[in-house]
């Protein structure tokens, strides 16, 4: 048994299904379980391609008998119409003959045009259907298109973290043919997995080749869901445009090994200077994007008091540790009396400018600046009505304190930019969640029309816009009796800028909501289910006292409340069993847990009343509802967790070391060879105490896989790119492996598992024929999943279990439990011995006397 030191609650193991858990209720149960589509690319249907295949897979139907008939069906629009039908667990059809059925299915889908089909799989049992879920695809029917041919330049990629700026020669293709006499344009993307999302690399190629820089691949990759400092193969796409194919013809995928690299940056760059006593503890500072890796992006006031140039530098730290200026600094001063500066390389010396406030756009990987000295920020585009269609500047007002630039103003669907000193020299743009003076996109504006704050938060990195709708309040104020009735000492819930509000409330009887810390504004009462503006309106009112998670939308005047007995922690360290709870603090609005034993890798959330209803993760500073698994490395930990109101945020400190003592077994639960994913029967490996185990188990038929359980906790694994069977432990989901027999090797500290297939089981030792150094092979029977010989034995032989003909692959010891280098297996009685080794389950044999 593992002891995890300092645990305070066993985590009881629950299979419950939910998005995080183990494995499904399938697994235990024998009701009909339909079949499961897996996913499939999009299709491309050209005339340079219609020799091609497309093939449709599913794992088959559970519990409904043998000898099932699957029917595919299609669906386009709100029609469904039945394609094929197969007793296989595929359909395999060349595209011609794909094209025609699905066009005589389906008379109404366009021609030469990209068009959406979901497909599923159904099977019949006497008189009840059961259908696998859809999967969506596009599909690129464009018979008169000839679409381009995509090679790639090279097979692999190492990129070189000391060369960002390097150029590599990754693409070209052959020359699309679409509309006649048409000018074609082209764009590269780029994809890591089906399911993850598509970057878009290049748009408005007029060339047939592709070249990008090392670092801008990297943030690509990695943007793609790619391992950072890892090898990875990257699909790349290439589409044609043209007048007749507005949306584009989608190429072959060409697939390139990226192995990407991690750059590490501090978090903030400190700005020490003349304007504020050459202090570096006490410097502002700019922060690192989020986004972009590198890239540091904030205003700071260089004004000093008379004018003239101002002296500065910049530092990784609050102190005279590794600072360092930006070199060949050029300085240029605009008509209207602003200064801009760009800059590359490194000095020791120090940056000079002209008093003022700057934005500073500082590319530490690059070493290149770019400041603009910035007087005023406005509005201008379509989207802003005053404008009058990019004409009129809207002015913005500067809030030191919370560090945002707003303005107030009525806003129509377009597009604007944010200008600096009613100048077109320099601008911000980009999407309202990535917004920075380097990016030179024109930001859109997409809301129903009507009066909005617009505020620039140039506190954060990269810079955001948020648009406040002022017909709805920015929050709302929960006065009542658990507080005295006082909307200015009221708990508070943030809005979404849309009528919508959310946060956690301890509660006694009657409140009330209110738009503002007062009773002079709009308040809301009469029933959660229909919100009165009345004066007059009675009170809301929650059925006992507690603590509650309030909802309120103020586009259908309605609220919740839904009363929170319990607030967990739950995750890999439990099981995903019950989760951990935690304490709230009435004085501080915070739920703390302490102690927590997370083993290496350990992938956790937070979650209400011991359910998935109400469940957080995702971003550790904006928790959002079903948001990704939180990660942390192996230690003991404090985590508090804010409720007050969004957004919701959590820390976590790391308290100690996490002293592990490992058990001498391990439990590989799953599917296969008829397990039912038991973290007790189901087949064991055999260790020491250092949390490494080896033993041989057969796996056949498996659906959904199968995990490792260390004492009760379930441990995932990841395939290692490139590597036969080695999985990294504490990550991914369920592990698959195909049918056959493996050695297995698990090492839980150094978080790796190997899977070694095995070709051949021989018997070795002292008998004839044998003499310790010829296997004698033994045969494999599908059906009981054994194998088995037969030989004559001399009492007093000693023989072993050998895997390959490799004695690091060997099993000895006890018939009943047989264990990775057990003591040879003696022979008592001389005879002919019929040996039987069953490694479906824990590895034994049986010697049966002929």
């Known amino acids: 048994m593992k002891i995890l030191k300092y645990l305070f609650a066993t985590a009881i193991v629950s299979l419950s299904a939910v998005s995080c858990e183990v494995i499904s209720e399938d697994a235990f149960s024998t009701a009909p379980v339909p079949p499961e589509m897996y996913a499939h690319s999009d299709i491309l249907m050209t005339s340079n391609t219609m020799d091609e295949f497309v093939n449709f897979s599913w794992k088959p139907a559970r519990f409904l008998g043998e000898g099932l008939t699957y029917d595919l069906y299609g669906k386009f629009g709100e029609s469904t119409t039945k394609l094929a039908s197969t007793s296989e667990l595929y359909y395999r059809v060349p595209k011609t003959e794909f094209k025609t059925a699905l066009y005589s299915a389906f008379p109404a889908l366009p021609e030469n045009d990209t068009f959406t089909m979901s497909f599923f799989v159904s099977v019949t049992n006497q008189d009840e259907s059961f259908e696998s879920d859809p999967v969506t695809i596009d599909i690129y029917a464009y018979g008169d298109a000839v679409s381009p041919e995509t090679s790639a330049l090279v097979e692999s990629i190492v990129l070189d973290v000391t060369d960002p700026e390097g150029v590599l020669e990754l693409l070209t293709w ?85 192995t990407t690299y991690i750059a590490t940056y501090p978090e903030y760059m400190y700005v020490p200077g003349a304007y504020q006593g050459w202090n570096p503890a006490t410097a502002p500072k700019i922060k690192h994007s989020s986004v972009t890796k590198g890239l540091y992006e904030g205003m700071i006031d260089l004004s000093v008091e008379g004018g003239g140039d101002v002296g500065f530098k910049f530092s990784p730290v609050p102190a005279w540790e590794n600072d360092f200026a930006i070199a060949n600094i050029e300085k240029t001063t605009f008509g209207n009396g602003y200064t801009a500066l760009t800059g590359k390389g490194t000095t020791g010396g120090d940056i000079t400018a002209p008093s003022g406030m700057y934005n500073i756009l500082l590319n530490k990987k690059l070493n290149t600046l770019y400041m603009i000295q910035v007087e005023t920020l406005s509005l201008i585009g379509s989207a802003p009505v005053a404008s009058n269609g990019w004409v009129n500047d809207i002015d913005m007002t500067y809030d030191p304190v ?21 100048d077109w020299t320099h601008s911000a743009g980009g999407t309202v969640d990535n917004v920075s003076f380097g990016k030179g996109d024109n ?55 849309e009528g919508h509000y959310e946060g ?30 009345d004066p007059s309106a009675g009170n809301l009112q929650v059925p006992a006292p507690g603590y509650y998670y309030l909802k309120v ?53 937070f979650r209400m009343n011991n ?92 659906q959904y896989g199968f995990k490792i359980v260390e004492s009760g906790n379930w441990i995932a694994g990841q395939l290692v790119a490139d590597s036969q069977y080695e999985f990294t432990l504490y990550t991914g989901d369920n592990m698959m492996l195909p049918n056959g027999t493996y050695f297995w090797s698990v090492d839980l500290p150094d978080t790796k598992a190997v899977a070694t297939p095995v070709t051949v089981v021989g018997l070795i030792g002292s008998f004839e024929g044998s003499a310790w150094g010829t296997d004698v092979a033994m045969d494999f029977d599908q059906e009981t999943l054994t194998y088995s010989a037969t030989l004559n034995l001399a009492a007093g032989n000693e023989f072993k279990i050998r895997f390959n003909n490799n004695w690091d692959l060997n099993l000895g010891g006890d018939i009943t439990n047989l264990t990775h280098n057990g003591a040879n297996i003696m022979v008592q009685e001389a005879g002919t011995y019929r040996i039987v080794l069953n490694m479906a389950n824990t590895s034994s044999l049986t010697m049966t006397k002929q």
Not at 403 to 413: C, G, K, R, V
Not at 508 to 515: N, R, Y
């Open 174 to 258: 052959e020359p699309a043919r679409l509309g006649y006499n048409e000018e074609i344009t082209y764009s590269v993307s780029l994809q890591y997995g089906e399911t993850a999302a598509i970057v878009l690399l290049a748009s408005d190629l007029k060339e047939t080749s592709f070249s990008i820089t090392v670092d801008a691949l990297n943030e690509a990759a990695v943007a793609a869901g790619a391992p950072e400092a890892a090898a990875a193969d990257l699909d790349f796409t290439v589409r044609a445009f043209s007048a007749t194919y507005p949306d584009g013809v989608i190429s072959n995928t060409v697939t390139i090994n990226v």
């Open 402 to 422: 919370a560090h945002t630039f707003s303005a107030i103003t009525n806003m129509q669907e377009g597009e604007f930019k944010i200008r600096v000193n009613h």
């Open 443 to 497: 930001i859109s504006f997409t809301r129903t029309p009507g009066e909005y704050k617009v505020v620039l938060n140039v506190g954060v990195n990269p810079y955001t816009i948020k648009f406040i709708n002022t017909s709805f309040p920015e929050k709302m104020y929960v006065p009542g009796n658990h507080q005295g009735w006082n909307p200015a000492a009221a708990p508070v819930l943030n809005g979404d800028n």
């Open 504 to 533: 956690y409330v301890t509660l006694t009887d009657i409140f009330k909501f209110t738009s503002a810390p007062d009773w002079n504004h709009t308040n809301y009462g009469g029933s959660m289910e229909s919100l009165d503006t």
């Open 553 to 605: 939308d103020l586009t259908t005047m309605s609220a919740t409340a839904t009363l929170i007995d319990r607030v967990g922690v739950i995750g890999s360290f439990t099981g995903w069993g019950e989760d951990v709870p935690m304490t709230y603090d009435p004085n501080t609005d915070l739920w703390t847990a302490t102690n927590l034993p997370f083993p290496a890798g350990t992938e956790y959330k």
């Open 611 to 702: 359910d998935w209803a109400i469940n957080l993760g995702g971003d550790p500073n904006d928790l959002k509802q079903d948001g990704a698994n939180l990660k942390a490395d192996a230690g003991m930990y404090t985590v508090i967790l804010s409720l007050a109101t969004t957004p919701y945020h959590m820390t976590i400190t790391r308290t100690g070391d996490l002293v592990s003592e490992y058990g001498t077994e391990v439990v590989v639960a799953g599917d296969y060879s008829g397990h039912s994913w038991s973290a007790t029967d189901d087949p064991k490996l055999q260790g020491s105490g250092d949390g490494t185990y080896k033993g041989a188990i057969t796996m056949y038929n498996m």
